[in-house]
């Protein structure tokens, strides 16, 4: 018998690194029988599943789910918290554990168990409470969540950085090149189009004559004062082609306009 951890996918736990043959001393085989004895918790449903599929590839027999007496919680009952709250009678309360809708929940368990509301704190990430015989208070917080570390040169890399990566990735980019008449607001031959991540190569002579379209619209209603200011009209159209691509693909892809006033 092998107790494992890796019950929800995780991938650096031992039953992962078992199902993909990857462990050091064990591997699965077709005689073998895997009993996951927990649910997937929201959110983890894709993880938990790629490490069945897994297990199923090497041959051995998987049971999850498939009778109520191998489930085991993690997480106490509400009778049971009130049992606990109960006999402890604190004169503080400081629920801790799940997300805010949880201890929120616990919150209205202590009240009705005895707990004065206002001795009763609900905390979030990074949240730091000072604590003594008398009294119980928040004082102050840190930065928590998610930091990204450039492998090559072992530094964290910037907020913005990440969320323009992110962007990138998820929706494109879009470069417009073009060179517009201050007298007239029109067009100097046609502007020059380059997109990455948004359409395929073949459509992108049908995009570079739609954006073209884009442009020229915009120029027909174009406000005289814009015409003096190139980074201003360069925010404008930034915004019009935004709004365009948003109703034709439903993506917000990091456009980059650069014009040049002639």
Avoid: W
């Avoid at 894709?46 to 199923?56: D, K, M, R």
């Avoid at 969540?145 to 962007?167: E, L, S």
């Avoid at 201050?182 to 995009?207: C, M, T, W």
């Amino acid at each position: 018998l092998i107790v494992t951890t890796g019950s929800q996918g995780e991938t650096m736990s031992a039953l992962y690194r078992m199902a993909t043959d990857e462990h050091k001393y064990i591997k699965i085989k077709p005689s073998d029988q895997i009993i996951i004895s927990s649910k997937a918790i929201p959110g983890n449903e894709n993880s938990v599943s790629t490490v069945l599929n897994f297990l199923l590839k090497s041959g051995a027999s998987v049971a999850y789910q498939d009778f109520s007496e191998i489930h085991v919680s993690g997480h106490a009952a509400q009778e049971e918290q009130k049992l606990m709250l109960r006999l402890i009678k604190p004169k503080f309360f400081l629920p801790v554990h799940g997300e805010y809708n949880h201890i929120a929940k616990h919150k209205e368990t202590a009240i009705s168990c005895g707990v004065d509301e206002r001795n009763i704190y609900l905390m979030s990430d990074g949240d730091q409470m000072e604590v003594c015989q008398k009294y119980l208070k928040r004082v102050k917080t840190v930065k928590t969540g998610k930091v990204f570390i450039d492998n090559q040169i072992n530094k964290q890399i910037a907020d913005d950085v990440v969320i323009d990566r992110q962007n990138l990735a998820e929706a494109g980019v879009v470069m417009i090149i073009a060179q517009i008449s201050r007298h007239g607001a029109k067009l100097i031959n046609k502007p020059r189009v380059i997109s990455y991540g948004l359409v395929g190569d073949k459509q992108d002579a049908e995009f570079r004559k739609e954006m073209e379209g884009v442009l020229e619209q915009y120029l027909s209603n174009v406000k005289e004062e814009l015409l003096k200011d190139s980074r201003l009209l360069e925010s404008q159209v930034r915004q019009v082609i935004r709004k365009h691509i948003f109703r034709k693909v439903k993506k917000y892809p990091t456009i980059v306009p650069i014009i040049y006033l002639m």
